[in-house]
T-cell receptor, first 115, second 113 residues
Framework: AQKITQTQPGMFVQEKEAVTLDCTYD???????LFWYKQPSSGEMIFLIY??????QNATEGRYSLNFQKARKSANLVISASQLGDSAMYFC????????????FGTGTSLTVIP | DAGITQSPRYKITETGRQVTLMCHQT?????MFWYRQDLGHGLRLIYY???????DKGEVPDGYVVSRSKTENFPLTLESATRSQTSVYFC????????????FGSGTRLTVV
């Protein structure tokens, strides 16, 4: 079974501090892609970052980085220097080509940035 | 405009009525998907399509019907709406390939009364 687990329903972080959002996954496939999406209160889904299962380096995109630990099957999102605009829901997702290229999403983490 | 468009943005319907949610993409992406988003469940896949005339069930297909006669359109029909189908529905498209992310539509908020 393919599964994504996000164990933090809600998180708070002080403005300008860094925060880590946890994501673990469960798949027996060797080839897969890991994604993080942001959903602000307006409702749209915004792509943040991608990590391939064969990538040896952790992915980075601006203030976002992905702490990829393959052996532990974890793909945590790190947001550095948090801003008020980072307050949103964050979803981790896995894409597995052998299952029709569909994404499996976690239940999300609600992040609130405190001024 | 290039992108993926969902319509309507908001819909209120009565129990038992048929309702169709529209999804149109302009990128000619091969894959299209329908998800529903409910609090505590994240996004759950209803149906997906790998190409025109090829569709397959996702995690929660019961009560829904899809079709894809053209690459760019992927409508979702609720045959007889129930209150449990009150949700936010997202359409997404993607190319095949591991590194391709989804492009999401803006979502349709459906309320069944």
């Amino acid at each position: 079974a393919q599964k994504i687990t996000q164990t933090q329903p809600g998180m708070f972080v002080q403005e300008k501090e860094a925060v880590t959002l946890d994501c673990t996954y469960d798949t027996s496939d060797q080839s897969y892609g890991l994604f993080w999406y942001k959903q602000p209160s307006s409702g749209e889904m915004i792509f943040l970052i991608y990590q391939g299962s064969y990538d040896e380096q952790n992915a980075t995109e601006g203030r976002y980085s992905l702490n990829f630990q393959k052996a532990r099957k974890s793909a945590n999102l790190v947001i550095s220097a948090s801003q008020l605009g980072d307050s949103a829901m964050y979803f981790c997702a896995i894409r597995i080509p052998t299952t029709g290229n569909q994404f499996y999403f976690g239940t999300g983490t609600s992040l609130t940035v405190i001024p | 405009d290039a992108g993926i468009t969902q319509s309507p943005r908001y819909k209120i319907t009565e129990t038992g009525r048929q309702v169709t949610l529209m999804c149109h993409q302009t990128w000619s992406h091969s894959y299209m998907f329908w998800y529903r988003q409910d609090l505590g469940h994240g996004l759950r896949l209803i149906y997906y399509s790998a190409a025109a005339d090829i569709t397959d069930k996702g995690e929660v297909p019961d009560g829904y019907v899809v079709s894809r006669s053209k690459t760019e359109n992927f409508p979702l029909t609720l045959e007889s709406a129930t209150r449990s189908q009150t949700s936010v529905y997202f359409c997404a498209s993607s190319e095949s390939g591991l590194s391709y992310g989804y492009t999401f539509g803006s979502g349709t908020r459906l309320t069944v009364v």
